[in-house]
């Protein structure tokens, strides 16, 4: 009997040692790149069966610290992860003056031209991803509005540090991904 007890408590108490182990973190600005914040908000109650059709609004900023060429690069990246991302789960994007049941907007920024006290101020979400030193953040900013009465349904938000060194097709995927990502919230709410 002793023995069990004995046997009980070593088990015990290699369990408890195995749990406290730590794990140094990585904060190394190359580990930081890959973070992604995202948040979202539920304006109102409504949903778009589907099969609803869409139109995309993109929202630029009246000044940006990019080129114009990039600025147009990036949102035509977004446009298409947009477009893409609502047609796979089901919606069609109207076409040949076809009317709309909602309308997408959508804007993305620099930290350094577009900040989060304004993202919170004007847009109302934020996901708040603390700066780090040495990396850029960029914000990706999504909104769903009803097209009958302008309402907005939805908004969401994903911050992230700009990967300048990604070839074409590398960015295009993290466009994707960040789109997936902040999406995937809303359909859950639809």
């Given at each position: 009997m002793n023995n069990k007890i004995v046997l009980t408590i070593a088990l015990l108490g290699s369990f408890l040692l195995a749990s406290c182990v730590q794990v140094p973190q990585d904060d190394s600005p190359t580990s930081k790149q890959n973070n992604l914040a995202v948040s979202s908000v539920r304006d109102i109650p409504l949903s778009f069966a589907p099969g609803s059709l869409f139109s995309l609004s993109p929202k630029h900023l009246k000044h940006t610290s990019l080129k114009t060429e990039q600025t147009q690069a990036v949102y035509a990246q977004y446009a298409h992860a947009i477009i893409q991302d609502l047609e796979d789960n089901g919606?069609?994007?109207?076409?040949?003056?076809?009317?709309?049941?909602?309308?997408?907007?959508?804007?993305?920024?620099?930290?350094?031209d577009l900040s989060d006290d304004t993202i919170n101020e004007k847009f109302g979400v934020s996901p708040g991803l603390p700066e780090s030193e040495g990396l850029q953040k960029g914000s990706f900013l999504i909104y769903i509005e009803d097209a009958f009465t302008g309402k907005t349904v939805w908004r969401g938000a994903a911050q992230g540090f700009v990967h300048e060194e990604f070839s074409?097709?590398?960015?295009?995927?993290?466009?994707?991904?960040?789109?997936?990502?902040v999406m995937a919230q809303f359909y859950a709410t639809n």
């Open positions: 919606f069609e994007n109207a076409k040949n003056n076809s009317a709309p049941v909602f309308q997408v907007g959508f804007s993305v920024a620099l930290a350094s074409e097709a590398e960015q295009e995927a993290r466009s994707s991904n960040v789109v997936s990502i």
